[in-house]
């Protein structure tokens, strides 16, 4: 419980009040679990903070500007901004890699009306168990936004009405010019029939986007002084591993893989602007389903899923490796799992770890353990990604999720995991979810992703995954002596009497 009385919610109020006017932040709504915050019209971006019924923090973003500041068709502005502020968050302080969603013009077809920039790894909300633990949280995400505006600011110049007057310039002069970025695009692509482009003189930048494609490239030699200066603020270690298909981008919090194919991709993008050879490499900045880089004054970004499923996915081929990439994948383990696993006490475990999951709402047991629960152990609400997101309807939803947990001493497989669609329509659920202490068997994850395929949602966690939230949980281990223990001595974070 992080929130506990009427005074610490009026303080947590008072501090987003006060945070907001000190950082020039506008609130449209402060409710008592829920603030929208916008920055301005020009930077375009909507903060939503929201804690549920067990004041469980998620929070996401909206980037839409107006035509009071950028005239025209202002997709370029929604993308080109977008992709700032995604990559700055990447690697700003412990990262957050976000999954970006074009929300489609309602009226015109190759136009973008805005972009919601959904957080999905998320180190900084994992451990939060107290008031003040919530309030540092909420402050460090404020304030996030606040820096990325000054930042960007400060390398492009500012785009505010007195500003831009100062210097006498107009935005609404715009060429829709493609220059030379026209040249570059179609020479490794054929251009698709849907596709967005624009100038702009303050940020400057000359941008095209192929809709289809998913490709967008920039040249602005601001951005990219901003895009490299972002690389500079990370404090994690970042390490690059070459995995079967592809390469592993690691760091202490936050875990990507980018297939061979979209190296390739980026490969030769960069042969065509190194033509001269001055160039030694570029970076590469992953998120979920995005890949940004910058070459010299181009910056190219490519829709990609380069996510933690993916990382996930990767991982488990070559787990059975005995080299580098099992001492950065799967470090000596802190923890010591009992050779046989006490099944009531670890379903309570699951129960905690998901009570404690950013976008899980609540979690309930049905029924006693082995007492004909028609095969459910725990039924979840969960928020997830909204596959029919609008300029209407949120990019999350609340699905009902069926959960089990399987304990054993080998890899659990198909036959312990049996009827799962029934099971999920028996209880009216949209979800599936599954916990095994061991791992998931190749058939039984074969299984699992061919019910995703057909429209279930569906998660699970294995071995490592518990142990990755026990590492950030740490004051639960004790609650279950019959699961797990440590093997180094307990961190308890900010534990109350």
Request: hydrophobic share 35%; aromatic share 10%; charged share 30%.
């Amino acid at each position: 419980m992080k929130i506990e009385n009427a005074e610490e919610i009026q303080e947590l109020k008072a501090i987003v009040e006060k945070l907001c006017k000190k950082h020039h932040l506008i609130i449209q709504i402060a409710e008592d679990n829920y603030f929208k915050i916008f920055t301005d019209q020009s930077s375009g971006i909507t903060l939503f903070l929201q804690l549920d019924e067990n004041q469980n923090l998620s929070f996401y973003f909206l980037q839409r500007t107006y035509d009071v500041f950028y005239t025209g068709d202002r997709s370029d502005a929604h993308v080109v901004l977008s992709l700032m502020f995604t990559a700055f968050l990447r690697f700003y302080k412990s990262g957050i890699s976000c999954e970006q969603f074009d929300i489609a013009h309602p009226a015109v077809q190759d136009e973008i009306w805005g972009r919601y920039l959904v957080p999905i790894q998320v180190p900084i909300l994992h451990g939060i168990s107290t008031a003040k633990q919530l309030i540092e949280v909420v402050t460090e995400i404020i304030e996030m936004v606040a820096f990325w505006r000054e930042s960007l600011w400060y390398f492009t110049g500012c785009p505010c009405d007195k500003c831009m007057k100062n210097e006498n310039i107009d935005n609404s002069n715009y060429k829709y010019s493609l220059e030379d970025i026209e040249d570059l695009f179609s020479d490794l692509h054929s251009i698709s029939s849907r596709n967005n482009y624009g100038d702009r003189e303050r940020p400057e930048w000359v941008y095209f986007y192929d809709i289809e494609e998913e490709v967008t490239m920039i040249k602005s030699s601001s951005l990219a002084k901003f895009l490299k200066a972002t690389l500079q603020l990370y404090t994690d270690k970042t390490e690059q591993l070459k995995g079967q298909n592809g390469t592993f981008v690691l760091s202490d919090n936050i875990k990507n893989f980018v297939h061979d194919d979209t190296n390739s991709e980026m490969d030769e993008y960069f042969k065509k602007v190194n033509t001269n050879g001055k160039l030694k490499g570029y970076p590469v900045i992953p998120m979920e389903n995005m890949i940004v880089t910058v070459m010299d004054d181009y910056i190219i970004a490519l829709g990609r899923i380069c996510g933690f499923e993916e990382y996930k996915k990767e991982r488990e081929i070559i787990r059975k490796r005995n080299n580098r990439e099992s001492e950065l994948l799967f470090p000596i383990p802190q923890f010591k799992w009992k050779e046989k696993v006490c099944p009531d006490q670890f379903e309570l475990l699951v129960k905690a770890l998901l009570e404690r999951e950013p976008n899980v709402k609540s979690v309930r047991r049905p029924a006693p353990i082995n007492q004909g629960d028609k095969g459910r152990d725990l039924i979840i609400e969960w928020n997830v990604i909204n596959e029919y997101m609008s300029d209407t309807a949120p990019p999350r939803i609340l699905i009902k999720v069926v959960g089990q947990c399987k304990s054993g001493t080998s890899t659990i497989g198909k036959g312990k995991v049996l009827d799962i669609r029934d099971t999920v329509e028996t209880h009216d659920s949209q979800g599936f979810f599954l916990a095994v202490n061991t791992q998931v068997s190749a058939p039984l994850t074969e299984k699992l992703e061919s019910l995703k395929s057909k429209g279930l949602w569906v998660s699970w966690w294995n071995r490592d995954d518990i142990e990755m939230r026990l590492s950030k949980n740490q004051d639960l281990i004790p609650n279950f002596p019959k699961v797990i223990t440590s093997r180094d001595k307990i961190k308890f974070v900010d534990k109350e009497d």
